[in-house]
């Protein structure tokens, strides 16, 4: 487990330093509801074959920054490049063969199995009249491989437990087949066990060349799989880089109100943080 | 896959094989002085020593009759599965939404303002069924909607009792229409001239087969907004087509027979049973049981209590109540 | 930081209703008749000439008792049912109450002569579609949305079931039952008047018990029980209330809908949002159900329009407005 965490590791800082062209990124953007505005001039670039994990505190804007970045929303001003091209200018089919969204509500008809939600993900790729193909069906039976929920084909969604529903999802993504892929707290909710073994998924992805953008609430975690964090604050990004360069005592402060010590997990090397309490308090 | 496709061909068939059946009993049996003897005589080509009468009940009374239970009953079926699926609500169902209340108080209208009750009033009828729908689109949006399908059927309820209040009125000003109104606003197939089954036929036709282009949008939109933008699908362009044609769907079925209530419920009900949940495999079956339904309940309507005839809304309403509450119980609704 | 926390009193709208409807019920007496003011009083209690006596006590004042009785009783029942359910347009005629009682009393006109008067066949009606409801969906147990469905659905039946004895009957005996179909203060009995009276003597009381229980399910069921709410008693308690007091109003003044759903809403406005605000609604109910009588007698004279089609016409745009309101506005 943690030889596979290291080594995911270094593979990461390789490209990073390679400085690859970024597929995704935003300028002046400005997103709101109604008259409130939520995210505000924010500019930034999504490096790709990378994990990005979007950090802050709650409200600071982050789902909506993702759902601005995957054209949920429209800007009011500033804009949303894909490949260098104007998000919003695009046909919707073919931005959702280079972007896959999984949101963070999760609805599904009752009765609906694991397979014919997978299945979904392949539309993006199927015309008006051409149905369905093999490719289509290599795609779907490989993803259902990656997330390991083959065995669930047959079972309606509503029946198989909450990591393996989440899985189930991400399987649906995934057989999108796309470079890109946004993913709005994929382990909310989900116990340790199943946050791992959707990490692991997430990671095996970038092994594969995808690029990850990612809202996180858990931090310890995006420290561990992440190899760019944009920690956002009211609208605004304070910081990104590196969890190395970013995760610092100052801006933990800044961004949740509290005082830490950050170490170094011994086993995976990993950022934690120690000694959390809030300002102004003594432990 | 093979299997499957085995498996949808199977259940066309079995479909299809029950509609025709119910197509030559509906022809058979019914009101009129001709019994099934005679009209099997002549269905099967042995009419010659058979009076005008017989020919006449046969396909000027009962075939018209019979293919408008059809087509109404494959645009009601339609446009209940999808406006289940744009809603996210298995209840939804254009009766219970108002959108029916919404065309027939159009064709009250209509009426009132001198139109004819025997002629096929589609225009107001779309335009009223749109209306409704247009609501219906607006009620889903108001927040808790989504978490509670129940509101959607409230909002639809008192919807209709508001039309149909401000129908009473009308009525209450003007006699004519009162008169013409009664017999219209019970859900009647019988008596509708060839022209008006031609007409509602085709315009559910050309319903329909927009809507089939757009199936892999809504299946997609069962999902959620967000993941239908994901899938590369434009969500309001699809919903707003959806409901234009189910007003037209509906507008048509209603202008045709009347208010008919359940049929939208209960045929994607059975379809789902059947095939499943996703729009793209169960909206042939709604459209079909639709047609099945409507045409049995109107069967059953002729039959129960001869001489007379029960009106087909009746029918339609006591095979859906039962319905209703088996959708009721299946699904996990928030508590009071 | 400190806060305030403001204790409101409801005595003020309180009395400020009442007041109003007794200046409404004074109104209503007085209103066209060729009686001095002094005179109309004394014919209350019964002074004065035969015919102002007649005119008062035998005529108006039934019809001003009937419109009070019924407009509290619909108000109080909307109040409850709306809480209970979280949603302002769970009222008893949208969930089928007035279609049975209509149905019942339509049937008793047009189709089934029986020695049972219309009022008191529309209270059986208004009991059958509550007990279908109750029965086929279990109950209002923990499920208690299905008993809201399946009154839609109930109420869809006896729908059907009334427009087709109104296409059988003849036109004299559709006629004779088309007050029940719209609601009309003028299919009144004395009779009654009285049991409703007394069905709100009983109900009124249980009501306001019920309110408090109410307003702490509105939050949620695990809240509530959390705060010793006994929830199961509650609900049974609070819809057999609703059934009674809609079963007696429908009797008494046939389907006027509008009322349960308004009443509560204007109350709700009246006061704070911490109380489930039965007794403003069923002022609320009475006034508004004199003010649109009124209107019907008068404003279309010499024609009248019932009670009923007043109320739709008046509450029509507003219930749009609730059926459009944008989100995030003010739920229950």
Same mark, same amino acid.
């Given at each position: 487990?943690?030889?596979?965490?290291?080594?995911?590791?270094?593979?990461? =800082?390789?490209?990073?330093?390679?400085?690859?062209?970024? =597929?995704?990124?935003?300028?002046?953007?400005?997103?709101?509801?109604?008259?409130?505005?939520?995210?505000?001039?924010?500019? =930034?670039?999504?490096?790709?074959?990378?994990?990005?994990?979007?950090?802050?505190?709650?409200?600071?804007?982050?789902?909506?920054?993702?759902?601005?970045?995957?054209?949920?929303?429209?800007?009011?001003?500033? &804009?949303?490049?894909?490949?260098?091209?104007?998000?919003?200018?695009?046909?919707?089919?073919?931005?959702?063969?280079?972007?896959?969204?999984?949101?963070?509500?999760?609805?599904?008809?009752?009765?609906?199995?694991?397979?014919?939600?997978?299945?979904?993900?392949?539309?993006?790729?199927?015309?008006?009249?051409?149905?369905?193909?093999?490719?289509?069906?290599?795609?779907?039976?490989?993803?259902?491989?990656?997330?390991?929920?083959?065995?669930?084909?047959?079972?309606?969604?509503?029946?198989?437990?909450?990591?393996?529903?989440?899985?189930?999802? =991400?399987?649906? /993504?995934?057989?999108?087949?796309?470079?890109?892929?946004?993913?709005?707290?994929?382990?909310?909710?989900?116990?340790?066990?199943?946050?791992?073994? /959707?990490?692991?998924?997430?990671?095996?992805?970038?092994?594969?060349?995808?690029?990850?953008?990612?809202?996180?609430?858990?931090?310890?975690?995006?420290?561990?799989?992440?190899?760019?964090?944009?920690?956002?604050?009211?609208?605004?990004?304070?910081?990104?880089?590196?969890?190395?360069?970013? /995760?610092?005592?100052?801006?933990?402060?800044?961004?949740?109100?509290?005082?830490?010590?950050?170490? &170094?997990?011994?086993?995976?090397?990993?950022?934690?943080?120690?000694?959390?309490?809030?300002?102004?308090?003594?432990? | 896959?093979?299997?499957?496709?085995? @498996?949808?061909?199977?259940?066309?068939?079995?479909?299809?094989?029950?509609?025709?059946?119910?197509?030559?009993?509906?022809?058979?049996?019914?009101? #009129?002085?001709?019994?099934?003897?005679?009209?099997?005589?002549?269905?099967?080509?042995?009419?010659?020593?058979?009076?005008?009468?017989?020919?006449?009940?046969?396909?000027?009374?009962?075939?018209?009759?019979?293919? *408008?239970?059809?087509?109404?009953?494959?645009?009601?079926?339609?446009?209940?599965?999808?406006?289940?699926?744009?809603?996210?609500?298995?209840?939804?169902?254009?009766?219970?939404?108002? %959108?029916?209340?919404?065309?027939?108080?159009?064709?009250?209208?209509?009426?009132?303002?001198?139109?004819?009750?025997? $002629?096929?009033?589609?225009?107001?009828?779309?335009?009223?069924?749109?209306?409704?729908?247009?609501?219906?689109?607006?009620?889903?949006?108001?927040?808790?909607?989504?978490?509670?399908?129940?509101?959607?059927?409230?909002?639809?309820?008192?919807?209709?009792?508001?039309?149909?209040?401000?129908?009473?009125?009308?009525?209450?000003?003007?006699?004519?229409? $009162?008169?013409?109104?009664?017999?219209? *606003?019970?859900?009647?197939?019988?008596?509708?001239?060839?022209?008006?089954?031609?007409?509602?036929?085709?315009?559910? *036709?050309?319903?329909?087969?927009?809507?089939?282009?757009?199936?892999?949008?809504?299946?997609?939109?069962?999902?959620?907004?967000?993941?239908?933008? #994901?899938? +590369?699908? @434009?969500?309001?362009?699809?919903?707003?087509? $959806?409901?234009?044609?189910?007003?037209?769907?509906?507008?048509?079925?209603?202008?045709?027979? +009347?208010?008919?209530?359940?049929?939208?419920?209960?045929?994607?009900?059975?379809? @789902?049973?059947? %095939? +499943?949940?996703?729009?793209?495999?169960?909206?042939?079956?709604?459209?079909?049981?639709?047609?099945?339904?409507?045409?049995?309940?109107?069967?059953?309507?002729?039959?129960?209590?001869?001489?007379?005839?029960?009106? %087909?809304?009746?029918?339609?309403?006591?095979?859906?109540?039962?319905?209703?509450?088996?959708?009721?119980?299946?699904? @996990?609704?928030?508590?009071? | 930081?400190?806060?305030? !926390?403001?204790?409101?009193?409801?005595?003020?709208?309180?009395?400020?209703?009442?007041?109003?409807?007794?200046?409404?019920?004074?109104?209503?007496?007085?209103?066209?008749?060729?009686?001095?003011?002094?005179?109309?009083?004394?014919?209350?209690?019964?002074?004065?000439?035969?015919?102002?006596?007649?005119?008062?006590?035998?005529?108006?004042?039934?019809?001003?008792?009937?419109?009070?009785?019924?407009?509290?009783?619909?108000?109080?029942?909307?109040?409850?049912?709306?809480?209970?359910?979280?949603?302002?347009?769970?009222?008893?005629?949208?969930?089928?109450?007035?279609?049975?009682?209509?149905?019942?009393?339509?049937?008793?006109?047009?189709?089934?002569?029986?020695?049972?008067?219309?009022?008191?066949?529309?209270?059986?009606?208004?009991?059958?579609?509550?007990?279908?409801?109750?029965?086929?969906?279990?109950?209002?147990?923990?499920?208690?949305?299905?008993?809201?469905?399946?009154?839609?659905?109930?109420?869809?039946?006896?729908?059907?079931?009334?427009?087709?004895?109104?296409?059988?009957?003849?036109?004299?005996?559709?006629?004779?039952?088309?007050?029940?179909?719209?609601?009309?203060?003028?299919?009144?009995?004395?009779?009654?008047?009285?049991?409703?009276?007394?069905?709100?003597?009983?109900?009124?009381?249980?009501?306001?018990?019920?309110?408090?229980?109410?307003?702490?399910?509105?939050?949620?069921?695990?809240?509530?029980?959390?705060?010793?709410?006994?929830?199961?008693?509650?609900?049974?308690?609070?819809?057999?209330?609703?059934?009674?007091?809609?079963?007696?109003?429908?009797?008494?003044?046939?389907?006027?809908?509008? !009322?349960?759903?308004?009443?509560?809403?204007?109350?709700?406005?009246? !006061?704070?949002?911490?109380?489930?605000?039965?007794?403003?609604?069923?002022?609320?109910?009475?006034?508004?159900?004199?003010?649109?009588?009124?209107?019907?007698?008068?404003?279309?004279?010499? !024609?009248?329009?019932?009670?009923?089609?007043?109320?739709?016409?008046?509450?029509?745009?507003?219930?749009?407005?609730?059926?459009?309101?944008?989100?995030?506005?003010?739920?229950?």
């Amino acid at each position: 487990m943690d030889t596979l965490a290291t080594t995911g590791r270094k593979n990461a =800082l390789d490209t990073s330093l390679g400085k690859k062209p970024a =597929l995704l990124s935003a300028e002046n953007l400005m997103l709101g509801y109604g008259g409130k505005t939520i995210v505000d001039q924010l500019s =930034l670039e999504i490096p790709a074959g990378q994990i990005t994990a979007i950090i802050g505190p709650n409200g600071c804007g982050k789902s909506t920054l993702l759902a601005g970045l995957a054209r949920l929303m429209k800007p009011k001003a500033g &804009r949303v490049l894909l490949n260098g091209r104007c998000i919003h200018q695009q046909q919707g089919r073919s931005v959702a063969r280079q972007l896959a969204l999984l949101p963070q509500q999760m609805l599904a008809p009752d009765g609906l199995t694991v397979a014919e939600l997978v299945r979904f993900g392949r539309q993006p790729h199927q015309g008006m009249l051409q149905r369905w193909s093999d490719t289509d069906a290599r795609h779907v039976e490989q993803a259902m491989e990656l997330t390991r929920v083959s065995a669930l084909a047959g079972q309606p969604l509503d029946e198989v437990s909450g990591g393996q529903r989440q899985r189930a999802w =991400l399987a649906m /993504v995934v057989a999108q087949d796309t470079p890109l892929l946004l993913l709005d707290e994929p382990t909310s909710a989900l116990d340790l066990g199943h946050q791992l073994e /959707v990490f692991e998924v997430i990671r095996q992805l970038v092994r594969q060349g995808k690029t990850i953008v990612m809202v996180v609430h858990d931090i310890i975690a995006a420290c561990r799989y992440a190899d760019h964090m944009i920690a956002m604050k009211n609208g605004q990004v304070l910081a990104s880089g590196t969890p190395d360069a970013v /995760v610092t005592e100052r801006l933990m402060q800044q961004l949740y109100g509290v005082n830490c010590q950050i170490m &170094r997990d011994p086993v995976s090397g990993s950022l934690l943080l120690a000694g959390v309490n809030r300002t102004g308090h003594v432990l | 896959m093979t299997l499957q496709t085995n @498996r949808t061909v199977y259940r066309m068939a079995l479909v299809l094989t029950a509609l025709a059946l119910l197509f030559f009993v509906s022809l058979l049996f019914g009101a #009129g002085p001709v019994g099934w003897q005679d009209s099997l005589w002549l269905l099967t080509g042995h009419g010659e020593g058979l009076g005008e009468q017989v020919h006449f009940t046969l396909f000027e009374l009962r075939l018209p009759r019979t293919l *408008l239970a059809i087509i109404v009953g494959a645009g009601l079926g339609a446009s209940g599965v999808v406006l289940q699926t744009v809603t996210r609500n298995t209840l939804a169902e254009p009766g219970l939404l108002g %959108v029916s209340a919404g065309a027939s108080f159009a064709i009250v209208m209509a009426i009132y303002w001198g139109a004819s009750a025997s $002629a096929l009033n589609l225009q107001a009828a779309m335009a009223g069924a749109l209306a409704g729908c247009l609501l219906v689109l607006a009620a889903s949006q108001v927040s808790g909607t989504r978490q509670d399908p129940v509101r959607l059927i409230l909002a639809g309820a008192a919807l209709s009792g508001l039309l149909l209040a401000i129908s009473s009125v009308l009525l209450l000003l003007d006699q004519r229409t $009162a008169d013409e109104m009664r017999f219209w *606003l019970i859900g009647a197939l019988a008596g509708r001239p060839f022209e008006a089954v031609r007409f509602s036929g085709l315009v559910t *036709l050309a319903g329909i087969c927009v809507l089939l282009f757009r199936l892999p949008a809504l299946s997609a939109l069962s999902l959620g907004h967000a993941v239908a933008v #994901g899938l +590369g699908h @434009r969500p309001w362009q699809v919903q707003l087509t $959806a409901l234009l044609v189910v007003a037209l769907l509906v507008g048509a079925a209603t202008a045709a027979a +009347g208010p008919i209530a359940f049929i939208g419920l209960v045929a994607p009900f059975a379809a @789902r049973a059947w %095939v +499943g949940p996703d729009i793209r495999n169960s909206f042939w079956p709604s459209l079909l049981l639709g047609s099945c339904i409507l045409l049995a309940a109107d069967i059953i309507s002729r039959l129960v209590v001869i001489p007379y005839e029960l009106p %087909v809304g009746v029918v339609t309403a006591f095979i859906g109540a039962p319905v209703l509450l088996a959708v009721v119980r299946r699904q @996990r609704m928030p508590t009071l | 930081m400190k806060t305030n !926390i403001i204790i409101t009193t409801r005595w003020p709208v309180l009395l400020l209703l009442s007041g109003l409807l007794l200046l409404l019920v004074l109104a209503s007496l007085h209103y066209a008749s060729d009686l001095t003011l002094g005179e109309t009083l004394s014919a209350l209690v019964g002074k004065g000439n035969l015919y102002s006596v007649f005119l008062i006590q035998e005529l108006r004042l039934p019809r001003i008792l009937t419109a009070v009785f019924s407009g509290m009783a619909l108000g109080v029942a909307g109040c409850l049912l709306q809480t209970l359910a979280r949603n302002r347009l769970a009222t008893p005629n949208i969930i089928g109450l007035d279609n049975g009682a209509t149905a019942f009393a339509v049937a008793s006109v047009v189709a089934v002569p029986v020695s049972l008067a219309t009022p008191a066949l529309a209270l059986v009606g208004a009991a059958t579609a509550a007990a279908l409801a109750f029965g086929l969906s279990g109950g209002p147990g923990t499920q208690g949305y299905r008993f809201i469905v399946m009154g839609v659905g109930v109420g869809a039946v006896f729908g059907a079931l009334t427009n087709f004895m109104l296409a059988r009957a003849d036109m004299d005996s559709a006629n004779v039952a088309y007050p029940w179909t719209v609601g009309s203060l003028n299919a009144r009995s004395e009779e009654v008047i009285v049991w409703l009276g007394l069905a709100l003597l009983f109900c009124l009381p249980l009501a306001l018990y019920l309110a408090r229980s109410l307003n702490v399910m509105r939050l949620s069921d695990a809240v509530a029980t959390g705060l010793g709410v006994h929830i199961r008693r509650t609900r049974w308690l609070t819809l057999t209330v609703t059934v009674v007091l809609t079963g007696f109003a429908v009797a008494l003044a046939g389907p006027v809908g509008m !009322i349960a759903l308004a009443a509560p809403e204007i109350a709700r406005r009246l !006061i704070a949002s911490g109380h489930v605000p039965v007794p403003e609604a069923a002022l609320t109910g009475s006034c508004l159900m004199l003010l649109a009588d009124g209107i019907g007698q008068h404003a279309f004279s010499p !024609i009248e329009i019932p009670v009923g089609l007043v109320t739709a016409l008046v509450g029509g745009p507003y219930l749009l407005w609730i059926l459009l309101r944008q989100p995030g506005g003010k739920t229950l």
